[in-house]
């Protein structure tokens, strides 16, 4: 594998197929390595009690898998942790997004002002494309619904709707998960 982009709702499988992807390239070669960089911020309470079930579970799930958290320069988390020999999980595409365009009050203050949307696609794009290794990207589908009442949450969709496609054209292989069953919308490996 290169390049996947793993798109979906909410508990459809996409973590799931990244940890499989995960399992199984750290089983085919004792040389190999995955680290999974995670954008979830702890905003509140349960948003932290979620992260630590999160984190127990894929730690059950996949021993070898390391973890850094990035949530905001992610090109920079790719560009640091890609090796040929390492594989790169991207969970998720949306907080990442949501950490960019909406960004919890405590992190507003240390939030560097060159963290722009248009620079940090272009440059999360270009660190997809020069990766060495392999990149698993993980994404929600939401543009699947009702068109959203408000201004703030249909210009939400819509960027992310452009950032899954962006990815999608930079990906040699776009999975769509529903009920826990992969499709395969581009295979281009």
Not at 82 to 98: A, N
Not at 99 to 110: A, C, D, I, K, V
Request: hydrophobic share 50%.
């Amino acid at each position: 594998m290169h390049t996947e982009l793993i798109l979906g709702g909410q508990k459809s499988g996409k973590s799931r197929r990244a940890e499989l992807l995960a399992r199984g390239w750290l089983a085919a070669s004792p040389a190999h390595r995955a680290v999974l960089v995670a954008t979830a911020r702890y905003g509140d309470e349960e948003m932290r009690a979620r992260i630590a079930r999160h984190q127990a579970e894929r730690a059950a799930r996949v021993p070898g898998l390391l973890s850094v958290e990035e949530p905001l320069r992610l090109a920079e988390a790719i560009a640091r942790e890609s090796r040929p020999g390492t594989l790169v999980v991207v969970d998720c595409l949306t907080l990442w997004l949501t950490n960019l365009l909406m960004p919890l009050q405590e992190y507003e203050q240390n939030r560097p002002p060159a963290l722009d949307l248009p620079a940090q696609t272009a440059m999360l794009l270009e660190a997809i494309r020069q990766a060495p290794g392999p990149l698993a990207l993980v994404s929600n589908e939401i543009g699947l619904g009702v068109i959203p009442m408000g201004r703030d949450v249909r210009g939400f969709v819509d960027a992310l709707g452009r950032l899954n496609q962006d990815v999608a054209a930079a990906c040699a292989r776009v999975t769509l998960m529903a009920a826990g069953l992969p499709l395969a919308l581009k295979d281009a490996a």
